[in-house]
């Protein structure tokens, strides 16, 4: 089946960090350019980072630059998100997507998302 | 940034109705809007992309139109199925930016 299905999430403080992770499965992974959007009642859907297929360029929403970073290990088929210096406004629900292989940007598989919540 | 502008916040129809759903950027995006359906905790799924093209699998009773600033994404016969939140997303331009979304609910 192809699915993607994202990991690592919980309570943290502010300050704190923590790494996600999403699992890839049913296709080609390292074919894709892979994303992490994050959703959340207030803010909606909101993209957060953009990475290539062997992860040697990343994009970053400004919002997150210099705090987070997006890797992958090909072998794992698996993609991270390294979030540093969490604050509450990162409280959201992370998820991970595949970008279409197609021309343009849009993104064609999501996984169903884990929760980050931060708070004291 | 581009701001992605969906109206309305909530739609209210009856089954086997027809629902518009209207999205607008605050600056032309071409043709690359994409439309995602999304229901209580599930993955958004794919339903339209560059304005108007369906991937496999997508019922064709979704269709979408528009381009520069201004989009539509119709569903013909709205199903029991196809109650959910319906978000717009330019991918023209970078930071990909997504509409606010309009639920689609039961009238």
């Known amino acids: 089946e192809v699915q993607l299905v994202e990991s690592g999430g919980g309570l943290v403080q502010p300050g704190g960090s923590l790494r996600l992770s999403c699992g890839a499965s049913g296709f080609t992974f390292d074919s894709y350019w892979m994303h992490w959007v994050r959703q959340t009642p207030g803010m909606g859907l909101v993209w957060v980072s953009r990475v290539k297929t062997d992860g040697s360029i990343a994009l970053y929403a400004d919002s997150v630059k210099g705090r987070f970073t997006i890797s992958r290990d090909n072998a794992k088929d698996t993609l991270y998100l390294q979030m540093n210096s969490l604050r509450a406004e990162d409280t959201a629900v992370y998820y991970c997507?595949?970008?279409?292989?197609?021309?343009?940007?849009?993104?064609?598989?999501w996984g169903r998302g884990t929760l980050v919540t931060v708070s004291s | 940034e581009i701001v992605m502008t969906q109206s309305p916040a909530t739609l209210s129809v009856s089954p086997g109705e027809r629902a518009t759903l209207s999205c607008r950027a605050s600056?032309?995006?071409?043709?690359?809007l994409a439309w995602y359906q999304q229901k209580p905790g599930q993955a958004p799924r794919l339903l339209i992309y560059d304005a108007s093209a369906r991937p496999t699998g997508i019922p064709a009773r979704f269709s979408g139109s528009g381009s520069g600033t201004e989009f539509t994404l119709t569903i013909s016969s709205l199903q029991s199925d196809d109650f959910a939140v319906y978000y717009c997303?330019?991918?023209?331009?970078?930071?990909?930016?997504f509409g606010g979304g309009t639920k689609v609910e039961t009238k």
């Open positions: 997303q330019q991918h023209n331009n970078w930071p990909l930016t």
């Open positions: 997507a595949r970008e279409t292989a197609l021309t343009g940007y849009y993104l064609d598989l």
């Open positions: 600056q032309s995006v071409s043709s690359s």
